[in-house]
């Protein structure tokens, strides 16, 4: 069955629509940026307390050259005050492209005829798995059109396929899903299934942009959509990620709006979202949007260190979407996580080809096109640990008990040493020869930092015991 908006189950806060456009467009056209008040705000930010829409409208009206470069600085050092120089790895895996929905953005659209329309069988599915985790991967989102084919039940039978893929030492231990969104039975069915993070995105948070771009389809419902994941709380999935699609709209109300969703996760759940990601509009088929909202490099960079000074324990996401020149440069102000060796060819992992990418048989283009070991040996050179880690996850360091633990920063004991004996697994079984002796001279640079500050005979105990052929290994 599709999942309509017949009603909200939970009056009052949840499951109701939170986004007030005159109020969050009153907050951008007045509040004046100053040196002092932007440095007021990076200074809070600083001391890891989440930005209100008032201070957040501050940093966004700063159009200061040396003031913008103190933001960046800003949202640098809280980066690394919070997540340290860990970023988390993952792929994303299209099981299917049917759809419902006009979205004029987006080459799955259903009125599109030219896109090549595939469902992974379970066989091709296991195989797709079976590729990410033979070049290393442990972490996949596994990515659906909106169609009644994609039920529930559906979604749920896919994820545990892919848990029971085991090759050589290899597993996949974290399945998050994008999918369209569900009512709450149909969040508990999913979350049954063991998911990590669901992921919705608004695309835009402004109501008559949102109808401009969407066309037909269940996706029209601009409130079932910005209500969604309050039901997968509701259902007791308590790790959710947002997102908005910049160029549909402007983007310094996309900000805000991303903010104001947090608040009222923050608010009504008492956790704020796992993840916030912000793809930019990117080259698709069929393709036809207004060009007026485009966002610039520039406007792109600076946003990213806006958005880390406003959510300071909120993971953000940045895919293969954007080149690599552009995702190396905002990884230093706030990305926590990236995808690896993409290719969104629904069946492209287990074909292993250097083809040229198909617009007819992809959702839209990918601009970073290296492969999982070149990012990887990117990020060492970089002096970045790459991390597959999912132990929050699997000992249930998740949503309010996540927050108990990343707040007051105590997460840093666990996350760095998890992240060392994630890539220390990926360099015995998949790196390159190259990679490899790059990868442990950075481990033992790591270590030498941590024991500065704390105890690392345990970790070092257990990078023995990968070395000798255990896997699987955390705190």
């Known amino acids: 069955m599709i999942y309509t908006p017949e009603k909200y189950s939970i009056a009052d806060k949840k499951n109701v629509p939170f986004i007030d456009s005159k109020e969050i467009w009153d907050f951008i056209n007045t509040e004046a940026s ?37 933001i960046k600085e800003g949202a640098r050092q809280l980066k690394e005050n919070v997540y340290g120089d860990r970023i988390v790895l993952f792929a994303p895996l299209y099981v299917g492209n049917l759809c419902i929905n006009n979205c004029v953005y987006c080459g799955f659209q259903a009125k599109n005829k030219d896109v090549l329309r595939v469902t992974l069988e379970k066989q091709d599915l296991q195989k797709e798995a079976t590729a990410l985790v033979d070049s290393g991967h442990k972490r ?51 979350k049954e299934s063991g998911i990590g993070t669901y992921q919705v995105f608004q695309e835009t948070y402004h109501p008559e942009a949102y109808s401009k771009v969407h066309l037909g389809g269940i996706k029209k419902d601009f409130d079932w959509r910005l209500t969604s994941l309050d039901r997968a709380q509701e259902a007791g999935i308590d790790d959710v990620g947002i997102g908005a699609l910049f160029g549909l709209y402007d983007w310094r109300f996309e900000v805000m709006s991303l903010v104001r969703h947090v608040n009222h996760f923050e608010a009504v759940f008492n956790v704020g979202p796992h993840t916030i990601s912000f793809p930019r509009i990117q080259n698709a088929s069929a393709l036809n949007i207004d060009k007026q909202y485009l966002v610039s490099d520039e406007n792109f960079v600076k946003l990213v260190a806006i958005l880390r000074l406003a959510v300071p324990y909120t993971g953000m996401i940045l895919t293969a979407r954007e080149s690599a020149e552009i995702r190396d440069q905002v990884l230093r102000f706030g990305i926590s996580q990236i995808d690896g060796g993409t290719n969104l060819e629904i069946g492209g992992y287990s074909k292993h080809s250097e083809e040229v990418q198909d617009l007819n048989k992809e959702q839209f283009q990918i601009n970073d096109t290296r492969s999982l070991n070149e990012i990887i040996e990117e990020l060492i050179s970089k002096d970045y640990i790459p991390s597959f880690c999912t132990a929050c996850y699997r000992l249930g360091r998740t ?30 079984d998949y790196a390159s020869f190259e990679t490899k002796a790059k990868g442990y001279k950075m481990i033992e640079r790591k270590l030498e930092e941590l024991s500065k500050t704390q105890e690392i005979a345990a970790l070092q105990e257990k990078l023995n015991l990968l070395k000798q052929g255990q896997r699987d290994l955390y705190f």
């Open 34 to 70: 100053t040196p002092e008040k932007v440095r007021e705000v990076i200074k809070k930010s600083l001391s890891k307390k989440r930005l209100s829409l008032q201070e957040t409208a501050i940093l966004i009206n700063t159009n200061d050259p040396v003031l913008i470069e103190e």
């Open 140 to 190: 996949l989102i596994l990515v659906y059109g909106e169609h009644p084919h994609y039920s529930p039940e559906f979604i749920a039978d896919s994820v545990r396929t892919v848990y029971g893929i085991k090759s050589k030492n290899g597993e996949i231990r974290r399945v998050n899903i994008n999918a369209a969104p569900l009512d709450v039975e149909g969040f508990k069915t999913v």
């Open 399 to 428: 949503g309010e008990h996540f927050m108990e633990f990343s707040v007051p920063g105590f997460i840093k004991r666990f996350c760095a040493p998890n992240a060392i004996l994630t890539i220390a697994e990926y360099l015995e």
